[in-house]
C-alpha cells in the first residue's frame, strides 16, 4: 500500500515562501495524480494543487494559481509544492493524497483522494 508523508511545513513571515514535499514509498506506473489540499481550523479542507504523474499536467485553485507551484521528481516519488507571496490566509495544515480516477473536475474534490499523509503546518506570520 502506498504511504505518503509531507513535509516542509513552518512559521514564515507574510510575503515569504516555502516548499513542501510530499514524498512516496511507491508510485504505481497507473495514470494516477497527486493533489495538495489544505485544511485550516473550523473550515473544510479545500484543494490547493494536483498534478498528474505521467503527464505532469497541473491544476490550481484561483486563490493561489499564481502564487503557486506544483512540480515533481519521477526519480525520487516526490511531489513538490512551492508558496510564494504567502498571506496570513495561506496558514494551514497542508496534505498530499493520490486519485487514479479523475476528470479536470473531479481532481479538485477531496472525496476522489486515497492515501492521504499525515499533513505538514504552514503557518503565516503578518
Known amino acids: 500500500q502506498v504511504q505518503q508523508a509531507e513535509s516542509g511545513g513552518g512559521l514564515v513571515q507574510a510575503g515569504g515562501s516555502l516548499r513542501l514535499s510530499c514524498a512516496a514509498s511507491?508510485?504505481?506506473?497507473?495514470?494516477?495524480?497527486v493533489g495538495w489540499f489544505r485544511q485550516a481550523p473550523g473550515k473544510e479542507r479545500e484543494f490547493v494543487a494536483a498534478?498528474?504523474?505521467?503527464?505532469?499536467?497541473?491544476y490550481y485553485a484561483d486563490s493561489v494559481k499564481d502564487r503557486f507551484t506544483v512540480s515533481r521528481d519521477t526519480a525520487n516519488n516526490t511531489v513538490y509544492l512551492d508558496l510564494r507571496s504567502l498571506k496570513p490566509e495561506d496558514s494551514a495544515v497542508y496534505y498530499c493524497?493520490?486519485?487514479?480516477?479523475?476528470?479536470?473536475?473531479?481532481?479538485?474534490?477531496?472525496?476522489?483522494?486515497?492515501?492521504w499523509g499525515q499533513g505538514t503546518q504552514v503557518t503565516v506570520a503578518s
Open positions: 498534478l498528474t504523474w505521467r503527464g505532469g499536467t497541473a
Open positions: 511507491a508510485r504505481a506506473l497507473t495514470t494516477y495524480t
Open positions: 493524497a493520490q486519485t487514479t480516477n479523475w476528470t479536470p473536475v473531479t481532481v479538485r474534490i477531496v472525496k476522489s483522494y486515497s492515501h
